[in-house]
């Protein structure tokens, strides 16, 4: 009994799935990731090199390295 | 209950992509130590063409000529080549590679605000003021 209904389910469920794709195929589809900018972080950075660049700083902090 | 909320907040930080550690240039490659140098080097030059009001800082982050003057437009050329390096350096080892006009942007604030007195900067609206 389950097992002829299961069947039943299973072929309208699988015959409501059909995806059809939307558009126009010659298009690629583009997906914008959304991100965060720290903007503070941002300027601290480009002072920390503007800085160096004029020489009021001598060393230019470089993650990652000793 | 303390527990909770911290996990919350860093949960919500690291959902945002919200970046903690700051941004920086990780790696220290030939071409942006290259555009360092060159930055560091023609300074003076810079610095007297700004003063002279030659060139002046725009609102992208980087140098336009306002005046002619002989060398200014190699220089101007020069440096703004040497800007886009290091942008595209931050952009690149940062994650940020499709946020290079913020990044500039940054750069052109930064700019204004250590501007010296006398120095033509380009407002957001476009137009051009003396510091």
Redesign the interface.
């Known amino acids: 009994m389950l097992i002829r209904y299961s069947s039943l389910i299973m072929a309208l469920i699988l015959s409501g799935c059909t995806v059809k794709a939307v558009g126009d195929p010659n298009r690629p589809i583009t997906i914008n ?7 503070k ?10 800085d ?4 009021k700083e001598e060393k ?6 000793k | 209950m303390l527990r909770k909320t911290i996990l919350s907040v860093m949960m919500v930080l690291m959902l ?5 550690a ?7 490659t030939p071409e942006v130590k290259q555009a ?1 140098d060159g ?2 080097e023609r ?1 003076s030059e810079l610095r007297a063409l700004k003063m002279s009001g030659a060139i002046g800082e725009n609102n992208r982050g980087y140098v336009e000529v306002l005046k002619g003057a002989s060398n200014a437009r190699s220089i101007a050329s020069e440096e703004n080549r040497d800007r886009k390096v ?1 942008y595209q350096t ?1 952009a690149e080892q940062n ?2 590679e ?2 290079l006009s ?2 500039e942007s ?2 052109a ?3 204004a ?2 501007a010296s007195a006398g120095d033509k900067i380009q407002e957001a609206n476009g137009s051009w003021t003396t510091k």
Request: aromatic content about 6%.
């Open positions: 990731a959304h991100v965060t900018i720290d903007i972080g941002l300027k601290d950075t480009a002072s920390n090199i503007e160096y660049v004029s020489g230019l902090p470089v993650k990652g390295q | 945002s992509g919200v970046a903690l700051g941004y920086s240039i990780k790696s220290m360092l930055r560091k300074f290091i931050i994650g940020l499709g946020a913020t990044i940054a750069f604030q930064v700019q605000d250590k």
